[in-house]
Nanobody
């Protein structure tokens, strides 16, 4: 089992940049595919980005492609989400998620569906003002 703790969310202005972090503990971090999801107020949770356990091909939602970057530092047991050119519609609670290599052996691509992830953090609020 792995525990995930997000941080870095805060109030920013449109056009600003922000980096979210998700620290993991409990298991070998490098054996997990990782993802970021978000839930805008009153809406369903949606996929943002994911990175496989191999650190290979990253995936992005169309709404964030070209603005957000997911990365991982296995030495620090941390996955990051760099968010640039933020828009008010990016306002949401952001969650990181993990899926073990044993459950998802695909090293080329990570899952992109929420139900494919087994472990979740508690979320961090990002608010973008116009």
């Amino acid at each position: 089992q792995v525990q995930l703790v997000e941080s870095g969310g805060r109030l920013v202005q449109a056009g600003d940049s922000l980096r979210l972090s998700c620290a993991a503990s409990g298991r070998t971090f490098s054996n997990y595919a990782l993802g970021w999801f978000r839930r805008p107020l009153g809406k369903e949770r949606e996929f943002v980005a994911s990175i496989p356990w191999s650190g290979g091909n990253t995936m992005y939602a169309d709404s964030v492609k070209g603005r957000f970057t997911i990365s991982r530092d296995n030495g620090k047991n941390t996955v990051y989400l760099q968010m640039n050119s933020l828009k008010p519609e990016d306002t949401a609670v952001y969650y990181c998620a993990a899926r073990s290599q044993r459950a998802w052996p695909n090293g080329d691509y990570a899952p992109i569906l929420a139900q494919q992830f087994d472990y979740w953090g508690q979320g961090t609020q990002v608010t973008v003002s116009s």
